[in-house]
């Protein structure tokens, strides 16, 4: 099954929120956060958190695309953030916590614009512009092992619980269907 596994990479907002909500889907196989979209080599967490350095936190998704299409997984993304705020989420503010979509392939960025647009078409956002960024998948940059699995071990913190289960929340409320079966 290892060949048939495809990358999607996005960014829509702090890292520990994305990575938690996609290692909840079926198809997904692992969720790695880390850095992309920037302007050095090898940052680190302490730099990318001050936006000095142009790039946003992601995630990396190794997916099946049998058991989950990219266009589901990006549903799922637009639907856990706020893909109409420019560079912030929630008190998550600057350039390093903007909503993007760097696509592996013409496929998912045709995907990505046409999800846009559907979501455009279906007023989602009631009049609101979709701000995501597509753009074409550069280096990833993985983030330190504190920051890997970070909900999972941690559920007790303030910013899991006041952030991030409100996501979780929703995505088991619109996305039950395509939730891993515990």
């Known amino acids: 099954m290892q060949n048939k596994l495809e990358t999607a990479t996005l ?75 420019l560079n912030r989420q929630q008190n998550d503010v600057g350039t390093q916590y903007r909503s993007a979509i760097f696509y592996h392939s013409e496929t998912q960025k045709k995907d990505a614009e046409d999800v846009v ?13 979709i701000v995501t960024e597509i753009t074409e998948a550069e280096t990833f940059y993985k983030a330190e092992e504190e920051h890997q699995d970070f909900y999972n071990q941690h559920r007790q913190q303030p910013y899991c619980q006041y952030i991030i289960d409100p996501k979780i929340a929703k995505l088991n409320k619109l996305f039950s269907e395509k939730l891993k079966v515990k």
Request: aromatic share 12%; hydrophobic share 40%; proline share 5%.
């Open 11 to 85: 960014a829509g907002g702090c890292f520990w929120c994305t990575e938690a909500v996609f290692q909840r889907l079926e198809g997904v196989e692992s969720v790695t956060s880390g850095f992309t979209g920037g302007t050095i080599k090898n940052p680190a967490y302490r730099e990318i958190v001050q936006g000095r350095t142009g790039h946003a936190e992601a995630i990396e998704i190794k997916f099946n695309p049998e058991a989950i299409s990219f266009k589901d997984i990006l549903l799922v993304f637009f639907a856990t953030h706020d893909p109409t705020t």
């Open 117 to 129: 647009g559907l979501l455009t078409e279906q007023n989602v956002f009631e009049g609101k512009p």
